[in-house]
């Protein structure tokens, strides 16, 4: 027997066994153990001359931390002995590697022409010994890949082993990227494509990384919330530069396998129904792909998929999650024409930084906050509000309710919040108020609260002011001036300060309830339009 002693099983990839014997030609006479766990083909790679056998298995799966063990058994079946002299076992294992990888695939493979005759169709000519053959399919592997051609027919193969033939697919299978991350642990990522022909030099560099671009985490943060979802983390990207490779005209489509391990899944988005692959392209288009668990790779990670109609560039594997409800059951609503949210987001803040995130959708149109603490993400929305049934109106006639709502980051991260906002001075004048007498609430626990605001002045038509609230929630702009005759502008809002909708509401003496019903609740984040999120200013302060 061979015994190995001191084995760390963390972080192993894989483990091989390999078994050398002198003068051990009687087959079926001697057995191979390892940690008790039998294996066959013993006998398969013995050489009668010079007598030396090297038997080699993959003992990964009985791999175990500690001592482990080998056992070459000799016994007699009945008809006499053997004549098995056991060498050595050598035990080989191959260690994950650590932090971001990245993979070069040139698809210029030597002996290999793909070109296109006058009819438009495409030829390919083979000229190198691996090519596999097995009826109309070709399978070329490669060291990083394996690229598959479909003929039209089996293809022909002349008496020097040249194989041709008409091609009808194109297909590219990346083997996985395997690596350790820091905080994520081990995965995994691959990448198929079907390819509509094999441009000169063509390649692809594909690159895992735990680290998640600031662009890249935006363009995350806007397709959850385009699909009305909230991005709770990303584990890792995988970036794919293309080199004479062109998306939609070279590659007619891909897959992305992205596989992380149950423990990350438990921890950051609870099951697997909350993970989703998202794309970053190129143009700065963002998309979340529908996205599948197909199953588990050989360490027992989950693998999700996804189809890329769009080719390839930079997918995130993140995990997401529904808008919590509102406290106090508050709903947005954004009149006839449905919902509107405006979105806005920052990333990597150190204590001091101020950022000003431009907003539109509703009569705020910027918010200012300064960080208290270290910020990772945050993200913030606001959309036009009603009123909640079981709240009582704020005093003066409504000019518009605000739903603002933080994400990713808690409110005693921020040490200063300030909303800037306007109103058209022609509803104030119907109101028969001006800007002085414009009051701004938020909604609480103990009802509505005012808070203090400062009159900036005048511009297009509108009075701007700011207001410093502190913290988050449904928030109303009144004016003190009433008009009975008041409605509300026909016209819905752009976004821009230049005309902020109103959503008018004056509460008849002596009631505390609207004359009209609110409008029936419907989540703000269902429809996330015209998101239009722009970050004007993150900066240390002096």
């Known amino acids: 027997y061979a015994p190995f002693t001191n084995v760390d099983t963390d972080d192993i990839l894989s483990a091989r066994a390999v078994a050398i014997l002198y003068s051990a030609g009687d087959a079926g006479k001697s057995k191979f153990f390892f940690n008790d766990q039998e294996y066959a083909g013993f006998w398969t790679d013995y050489q009668a001359d010079p007598q030396l056998g090297f038997s080699v298995y993959d003992v990964t799966g009985a791999l175990q931390d500690g001592a482990n063990e080998a056992r070459l058994q000799s ?124 441009p000169a030099e063509a390649s692809l560099t594909t690159t895992v990384s735990q680290d998640v671009a600031p662009d890249a985490r935006s363009a995350f ?158 993200m913030v929305t606001m959309a036009k509000g009603s009123l909640p049934r079981d709240a009582k109106p704020p005093a003066g006639t409504v000019y518009q309710y605000i739903e603002a709502t933080l994400y990713r980051a808690a409110e005693e991260d921020l040490s200063t919040v300030q909303f800037r906002f306007a109103v058209p001075t022609d509803w104030l004048a119907a109101q028969s108020c001006t800007k002085d007498g414009v009051e701004f609430f938020r909604l609480t626990d103990d009802g509505w609260q005012e808070v203090s605001i400062e009159v900036l002045g005048e511009e297009n038509g509108n009075a701007i002011f700011t207001a410093n609230p502190e913290g988050f929630s449904l928030f109303a702009i009144t004016a003190t001036g009433k008009s009975p005759g008041a409605t509300e502008p026909t016209q819905e809002s752009t976004g821009t300060v230049t005309t902020p909708p109103a959503d008018v509401t004056t509460p008849p003496a002596g009631t505390t309830t609207p004359t009209t019903p609110p409008p029936t609740p419907f989540p703000a984040w269902v429809a996330v339009m015209a998101l239009g999120v722009s970050l004007l200013l993150v900066r240390r302060r002096a």
């Open 221 to 378: 943060q806007l397709a959850a919330s385009d699909s009305g979802l909230n991005l709770i983390d990303v584990a890792y990207t995988l970036s794919i530069v293309r080199t004479k490779l062109e998306n939609t005209r070279d590659i007619a489509d891909a897959t992305i396998r992205m596989s992380v391990s149950p423990g990350w899944v438990a921890d950051h988005a609870g099951d697997a129904s909350m993970v989703r692959i998202i794309r970053f392209a190129d143009d700065g288009t963002h998309e979340i792909l529908t996205t599948r668990l197909t199953g588990t790779d050989a360490s027992g990670n989950l693998i999700f998929e996804a189809n890329s109609p769009n080719g390839f560039s930079v997918f995130g594997l993140a995990s997401v999650s529904a808008p919590s409800q509102p406290t106090q059951s508050r709903s947005s609503s954004g009149g006839g024409s449905g919902t509107l949210t405006s979105v806005g987001a920052a990333s990597n803040l150190k204590v001091g930084d101020r950022a000003v995130i431009s907003m539109d959708r509703t009569a705020v149109s910027a918010i200012t906050f300064t960080a208290k603490n270290p910020i990772k993400d945050v």
């Open 75 to 198: 016994y007699d079946p009945g008809t006499s002995g053997d004549n098995m002299y056991a060498a050595t076992v050598i035990l080989v294992v191959t260690s994950l590697p650590q932090g971001d990888q990245t993979t070069d695939v040139s698809l210029e493979i030597p002996g290999c022409n793909v070109t296109t005759g006058d009819d438009g169709k495409s030829r390919v000519r083979i000229d190198i010994s691996g090519a596999q053959v097995a009826g109309t399919t070709i399978t070329i592997p490669q060291e990083a890949y394996t690229l598959t051609i479909e003929t039209d027919e089996v293809p022909a193969k002349d008496e020097g082993g040249t194989i041709t033939g008409t091609v009808t697919k194109i297909r590219l299978d990346t083997k996985p990227i395997v690596t350790k991350l820091d905080t994520v642990g081990a995965v995994n990522a691959s990448i198929s494509a079907s390819l509509t022909h094999l």
